[in-house]
């Protein structure tokens, strides 16, 4: 699988993006999606995920009502929608894919985009 995300940018705070990631390859729709963030000398996170259904989500506690994670799976395409973005949002952000929702370490990645917040 392979995943290509892009839609990062600079915002001020308080305002809204919305993060695409265009999987190809294997049948991408049978992968949990994920969404990631890196920011500067920080561990990577994880934000948010979403089943193979498109119905069952979950989230991080510090975006949990200000992101939406959905997913497409007719073009192969899941989202992030960002609102309410906050200076401490700012990193880069990667989508990944993989076969289980529990898993840890996700099988495949996409370069990162880059989001920046300002106050």
């Known amino acids: 699988v392979q995943l290509q995300a892009s839609g990062g940018g600079l915002v001020q705070a308080g305002g809204s993006l919305r993060l695409s990631c265009a999987a190809s390859?294997?049948?991408?729709?049978?992968?949990?999606m994920g969404w990631f963030r890196q920011a500067p000398g920080k561990e990577r996170e994880f934000v948010a995920k979403?089943?193979?259904?498109?119905?069952?989500?979950y989230y991080a506690d510090s975006v949990k009502g200000r992101f939406t994670i959905s997913r497409d799976n007719a073009k192969n395409t899941v989202y992030l929608q960002m609102n309410s973005l906050e200076p401490d949002d700012t990193a880069v952000y990667y989508c990944a894919a993989d076969r289980s929702w529990s898993a840890k370490e996700y099988e495949y990645w996409g370069q990162g985009t880059q989001v920046t917040v300002s106050s």
């Open positions: 390859g294997r049948t991408s729709g049978t992968y949990v």
């Open positions: 979403i089943d193979q259904s498109t119905i069952i989500a």
